[in-house]
Nanobody, 121 residues
Framework: QVQLVESGGGLVQAGGSLRLSCAASGSIFSINAMGWYRQAPGKQRELVAV???????NYADSVQGRFTISRDNAKNTVDLRMNSLKPEDTAVYYC???????????????WGQGTQVTVSS
């Protein structure tokens, strides 16, 4: 079993900052990509940012320049630093990881439970 546990969501005024953290634990051999997705009410879940095991990052156009994703491979954690937040960033944010649980097993697409981020205008 693998668990992804997120923390750091909350309420912030427009222009403010928040930092989300996610820790993966359990039966983990290695982790490929780790990332953050978000889902606003009435909308589909969308990619926010992703970082590969070698540190390559990719961001949604809407957050480019405002958000920064980082990971600690030794601790199996991924963080999302969010600056200059806007009301349209309001959503439930989900941690995602592509995890190899055993050396020869399949890669699982694992999700955290989600953390609410609310940006007031």
């Amino acid at each position: 079993q693998v668990q992804l546990v997120e923390s750091g969501g909350g309420l912030v005024q427009a222009g403010g900052s928040l930092r989300l953290s996610c820790a993966a634990s359990g039966s983990i051999f290695s982790i490929n990509a780790m990332g953050w997705y978000r889902q606003a009410p009435g909308k589909q879940r969308e990619l926010v940012a992703v970082v590969t095991s070698d540190g390559t990052t990719n961001y949604a156009d809407s957050v480019q320049g405002r958000f920064t994703i980082s990971r600690d491979n030794a601790k199996n954690t991924v963080d999302l630093r969010m600056n200059s937040l806007k009301p349209e960033d309001t959503a439930v944010y989900y941690c995602n990881a592509h995890i190899l649980r055993t050396r020869w097993g399949p890669i699982y697409n694992d999700w955290g439970q989600g953390t609410q981020v609310t940006v007031s205008s």
